[in-house]
């Protein structure tokens, strides 16, 4: 438990400093501070450390799988490489058709597939797979947690509903750096 909190600590720690990097880069030199292709894929990589699935999932290997454009996948691959959590090693795929969501532990459902995204929804209902996403109203449509911008900053939030209807968990410590919190009662 104590190895848990110091590790939540440590990465909300990695985040914060993240998000104070971009507060603080220019903008008159915008090349100098990252994207927000960067800055999503980061946020990606963090939330895998603040997700608690049931028992057996997932196995060695977290799978983080990108529906959208390449640039996600790629990005977050240099991101995670050689990067463990909990034990599991990382690996991000590309999933160019609806069937492809088997495996997944977490989906991002990037702008670019916004006509897959209920399909994609569907395909992991019940299923322990954190679904993210940067299309606008993907928590009023089944996501879990949406990238939002604000004053041209990457923020996110949070809909409980879906993720305990999928049985996985998200920590208190990711929810505390949420911009808004839905569904925090019933399913």
Request: charged residues 20%; glycine residues 8%; contains cysteine.
């Amino acid at each position: 438990m104590v190895k848990d909190l110091r590790h939540s600590r440590r990465a909300i720690a990695l985040l914060l400093a993240v998000l104070s990097i971009i507060a603080a880069s220019s903008p008159s030199a915008p090349a100098a501070g990252p994207s927000q292709v960067d800055v999503q894929a980061i946020y990606l990589y963090n939330f895998a450390k603040f997700v608690r699935w049931p028992a057996g999932r997932p196995g060695p290997t977290l799978n983080m799988c990108i529906a959208g454009q390449e640039v996600y996948a790629e990005t977050l691959g240099k991101i995670v490489a050689g990067e463990q959590i909990d034990g599991h090693t990382l690996a991000v795929r590309m999933v160019p058709r609806t069937e492809d969501v088997a495996g997944c532990d977490i989906l991002f459902i990037d702008a670019s597939a916004k006509d897959r995204l209920e399909g994609l929804i569907a395909a992991t209902a019940g299923k322990p797979v954190l679904i993210v996403s940067d299309i606008p109203g993907s928590l009023d449509r089944g996501g879990m947690i949406q990238f939002v911008l604000i004053d041209s900053r990457v923020r996110f939030s949070v809909d409980l509903r879906p993720v305990a209807r999928s049985s996985i968990a998200l920590s208190s410590e990711l929810l505390k750096v949420a911009v808004a919190v839905k569904g925090g009662g019933a399913p």
